[in-house]
């Protein structure tokens, strides 16, 4: 897999210092599966980060913090649940999360609901499109992050293969175009609305 | 992020020439490889003086870390003791060839402060602990021990005001305009520290000039 398209280097930077928002770690973990350079970059600012913590004024800790935690440890520890998504068709660091059931948004599209903030202004969820699909003509209403699962899709700006991972913004208009020669998944990761015109954007605007 | 290649094979510094990737008894050359033999020692014989050394040295930074990237006091408490608890269960997963301890141990209390982020925007979303992945590959596991020992360096050898940014910026989350204020200095001053040190950081770290 030749992958064409990476995460800014300064998500990967907060993707390492765990300040990323809501679902947007989500799209890049997936990448992280598939891509040993960027996982060597994130890897590289989990260095700075332990050197950093190894350096940083100790802060003091209740009393009985260590004999709590020394309780603890005879405790035994809960067992590890099994991944309830096992599926090896979806990237490895899926599997912590509850995957829901695949539902038809339109015609030839599917979608799974991946997480969603309580809030409603976050959310992950993989979509499914049968070959030759257009989608309609859409910009953000924030932010979208776009991981390629499986197949490949065009649009203004490119062709996206399996591992890339695009980033989105308010401004940016486009019109995805999938492959003919086969179906396309897509990981996404949004906050804020896609906003597109016509039937085609009610439903897209109703269900993502 | 290109010159992987080129960057992995400078960073196959002569301070490891063995090629062993799997170091098993590093000698006892600074705290960090104490900290990893008492990783070590927990893993194989459930040494409760060596969590008593590893708990004196991190469950306080820990608590720092996490008040400093805005945790309550009391969340970053318990936070920090339960990352210790994971180091403890933990720590047959730790391999001293993929990281440092200090390494090793930030990156449990950074995912600890994420899923407790996400526990309170969507308390359903997550099945919790899992099964462990599998190990990575060798190959990248080379390169990643010998940068541990490269990043500690190269950090030391940033400017003081650049350090202070970075530490900022990336350690603690603060938004540059947060920056700005906190220094007193301007917001695009802030932004080429940040930015100089970043570049600084990789051209040490990776040998990119
Ligand atoms: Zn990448």
């Not at chain 1, 799209?27 to 590289?44: K, S």
């Not at chain 1, 991981?147 to 591992?163: I, M």
């Not at chain 1, 990981?187 to 609305?193: K, N, P, Q, T, Y």
Request: overall charge neutral; glycine content about 8%.
């Amino acid at each position: 897999m030749t992958i064409h398209h990476h995460p800014s280097e300064e998500l990967l930077m907060r993707f390492a210092s765990g300040a990323l928002e809501g679902p947007f770690d989500i799209a890049i973990a997936a990448h992280l599966d598939a891509c040993v350079l960027c996982r060597e970059e994130v890897a590289m600012w989990e260095g700075v980060g332990g050197a950093m913590l190894d350096e940083i004024a100790p802060a003091e800790m209740t009393q009985d913090a260590f004999a709590r935690t020394l309780a603890a440890l005879d405790r035994t520890a809960p067992a590890p649940r099994r991944a309830p998504n096992r599926s090896s068709a979806l990237p490895a660091s899926l599997r912590r999360y509850r995957v829901g059931r695949e539902f038809p948004i339109g015609p030839g599209i599917y979608k799974r609901n991946i997480w969603k903030a309580k809030n409603g202004t976050g959310r992950a969820f993989l979509l499914r499109a049968r070959p030759g699909l257009e989608l309609p003509r859409h910009g953000h209403g924030g932010t979208e992050m776009t991981y390629v699962v499986q197949g490949g899709y065009s649009d203004e700006h490119g062709h996206y293969e399996p591992g890339d991972f695009m980033t989105a913004d308010t401004d940016h208009l486009h019109q995805p175009h999938v492959d003919q020669d086969g179906e396309c998944v897509l990981l996404i990761a949004s906050h804020g609305r896609p906003i597109a015109s016509g039937i085609a954007g009610l439903i897209m605007r109703f269900f993502m | 992020m290109g010159q992987a290649a080129g960057a992995i094979s400078r960073w196959r510094t002569p301070r490891s020439a063995a090629g062993a990737w799997r170091v098993s008894a590093p000698e006892a050359s600074s705290a960090d490889d104490v900290h990893s033999k008492c990783i070590i020692a927990i893993a194989r014989d459930r040494d409760r003086d060596g969590f008593a050394a590893l708990f004196s040295h991190f469950a306080p930074r820990v608590k720092a870390y996490l008040m400093r990237t805005g945790s309550a006091p009391s969340l970053a408490e318990e936070l920090a003791q339960e990352t210790m608890l994971s180091v403890w269960r933990k720590a047959e997963l730790f391999d001293p060839a993929r990281a440092s301890a200090a390494t090793w141990v930030f990156t449990i209390a950074r995912n600890l402060r994420i899923d407790a982020a996400r526990r309170v925007r969507d308390p359903a979303s997550l099945a919790g602990e899992i099964e462990p992945e599998a190990p990575e590959e060798p190959f990248a596991a080379v390169a990643r021990r010998q940068s541990q020992a490269l990043i500690r360096e190269a950090l030391k050898q940033l400017p003081a005001e650049q350090r202070e940014v970075l530490a900022l910026s990336f350690f603690e989350d603060r938004p540059h305009s947060e920056i700005a204020t906190k220094l007193k200095i301007p917001l695009g001053t802030v932004k080429s520290r940040v930015r100089l040190a970043v570049s600084k950081l990789r051209e040490l770290v990776e040998g990119r000039t």
